[in-house]
């Protein structure tokens, strides 16, 4: 929802502090995860993941959710899947040259980066998407990456 | 400090060595003011239609854009045109767009072109579909113009694809993005160049500049970061047509800021096609003493023929005339432009 994802953009430092509460919480479970299995994790968790994260963020379940380094504003909703910032062709008031009606997605991601605690992240240059992971959970991704990376981990996914 | 002594820094550090055989880096490096022109891309299948459109700009440019369907309209390719500009020696700037193809296509296509005689590459997001003549077709968008730029500088710095095959022989080629200054989120803009340069961006050619003191602003926050030791800024500049035509412009191409005072200044010309290069002629003259620009790039859309006398006019050349079929003292060169440049990159001599 357009109205709901812009106004999540105007409270980005609340929805980062709630993300960071929430975080621990999935990788806390990352015994529990591989227990389930990831895969059949998959299911269940991406369908949670999908009809929270497309109510507040119109996420199109990339797999690789950047919104921490986007000042929550999904990049996905760019119509040229823009990951590292806004095109040349932003109009005057803010809005996006393909969609005039919407505000700019990079518009709104830096205005959103500039409210959140780890707002510097928007400068880190961002791989390009793999589109294997179209449509998987980003949640389980965070919580097996870090259960993984264990006893280094430091909790520093970016992932949302 | 105006720009020739910037370049004079640069020239120290940068010119130990050179990522390409472009003509286009080696001016660059040396510091002098580089002057490069957009080639509009016939729609045809005739070489000598390119080679036409080429020849206007002979001993002014140093180096001309092939467009990659620019405005998303179909027109015969960048990496053609290319390839027929370097069998005659011109140097010329690829313009690579993500729109069309995805990083498989996107690679061949480079590695392809480098083969061909392609040394400066531009590497653009494009506009999309539906600005164009194809508005029925798929958005590719694979990659974006950022990483793009880390692709290509992969395919030249590691020697190896994406999927991390090798590549025996890689692209030596000079890599090049563009920026808008004049577009929201203006503040995110010197951070966005920053972000091209750590993807491996070193040269930018930048939209049309029409607001000097949002240029300036730009300019001096991207200095501010650190960031004009570390790349060539050459801004966009280009004559207006008429009030009319500005004004049109303004509100149908995507990302082009033009002032009110502009258009006012037009409005009341009597010849507005004559004032429209005149202002275009001041403008370069203005950028030139921005500190950290190292040249322009001409963008003049059905006015080519105008650009010669633009450039002559604004003495941004001074005593200097880039390279062109037939200027070059080693003939034999221009069958070999693989060939080190770096005592042939102009026929002139340094103001």
């Not at chain 1, 960071?20 to 949670?48: D, S, T």
């Not at chain 2, 080696?26 to 005739?46: I, W």
């Not at chain 2, 998303?72 to 690829?94: E, F, K, P, Q």
């Not at chain 2, 009110?260 to 409005?267: S, T």
Request: proline share 6%; with cysteine; glycine share 8%.
């Amino acid at each position: 929802m357009y109205s709901i994802r812009r106004w999540v953009v105007r409270h980005a430092r609340s929805v980062e502090t709630a993300y960071r509460m929430f975080e621990p919480v999935v990788i806390k479970l990352a015994p529990f995860w591989n227990w389930v299995g990831y895969q059949r994790a998959e299911k269940p968790v991406g369908q949670v993941e999908k009809l929270s994260k497309e109510l507040l963020f119109d996420c199109k379940m990339c797999g690789q959710c950047v919104l921490s380094a986007t000042g929550m504003s999904c990049p996905m909703n760019c119509p040229k899947s823009m990951r590292n910032g806004p095109c040349g062709g932003v109009l005057q008031n803010g809005h996006c040259e393909v969609l005039p009606d919407k505000r700019c997605v990079w518009v709104d991601a830096w205005e959103g980066s500039q409210k959140m605690q780890g707002g510097d992240q928007i400068h880190a240059v961002q791989l390009p998407v793999d589109h294997r992971l179209q449509g998987s959970s980003s949640w389980l991704r965070v919580a097996r990456k870090s259960s993984d990376d264990a006893p280094h981990n430091n909790q520093e996914g970016r992932d949302d | 400090m105006i720009n020739h002594e910037a370049g004079d820094d640069r020239r120290v550090t940068a010119t130990a060595s050179f990522s390409s055989a472009s003509r286009l880096e080696r001016t660059l490096k040396a510091g002098y003011f580089a002057v490069t022109s957009e080639l509009a891309p016939p729609d045809s299948a005739n070489p000598e239609d390119v080679y036409a459109r080429a020849r206007v700009f002979d001993g002014y440019v140093d180096s001309m854009n092939a467009t990659d369907g620019s405005g998303a309209n179909c027109h015969m390719s960048s990496v053609a045109m290319c390839a027929l500009l370097s069998r005659i020696g011109y140097d010329t700037v690829m313009q690579v767009s993500c729109r069309d193809r995805n990083r498989i296509a996107l690679q061949g296509d480079v590695v392809g072109a480098a083969a061909l005689g392609v040394n400066n590459i531009l590497c653009l997001t494009g506009d999309g579909v539906q600005v164009g003549d194809h508005p029925e077709a798929k958005p590719v968008f694979d990659l974006d113009s950022m990483s793009l730029l880390e692709v290509i500088a992969g395919l030249r710095d590691k020697q190896m694809f994406v999927s991390g095959r090798k590549i025996t022989d890689p692209p030596r080629v000079f890599l090049g993005a563009a920026e808008n200054p004049f577009v929201p989120p203006l503040d995110f803009r010197p951070y966005r160049l920053a972000k091209k340069i750590a993807a491996g961006a070193q040269f930018f050619q930048m939209q049309y500049c029409f607001d000097l003191p949002r240029f300036a602003t730009f300019m001096a926050r991207s200095r501010d970061l650190g960031l004009l030791e570390k790349c060539f800024i050459l801004p966009g500049v280009g004559p207006l047509a008429s009030a009319r035509a500005a004004n049109w412009m303004r509100h149908h191409v995507p990302g082009v800021h033009i002032p009110d005072a502009v258009i006012k200044r037009l409005e009341g010309a009597q010849d507005q096609k004559q004032e429209g290069r005149q202002i275009c002629i001041e403008m370069i003259q203005q950028l030139r003493e921005i500190q950290g620009v190292s040249g322009v790039h001409i963008m003049a859309h059905r006015q080519e023929s105008a650009v010669a006398e633009i450039i002559e006019k604004s003495g941004v050349l001074r005593e200097r005339q880039p390279w062109f079929p037939g200027s070059d003292p080693l003939p034999e060169e221009r069958h070999d432009v693989q060939r080190d440049h770096s005592l042939s990159f102009c026929t002139g001599r340094l103001s």
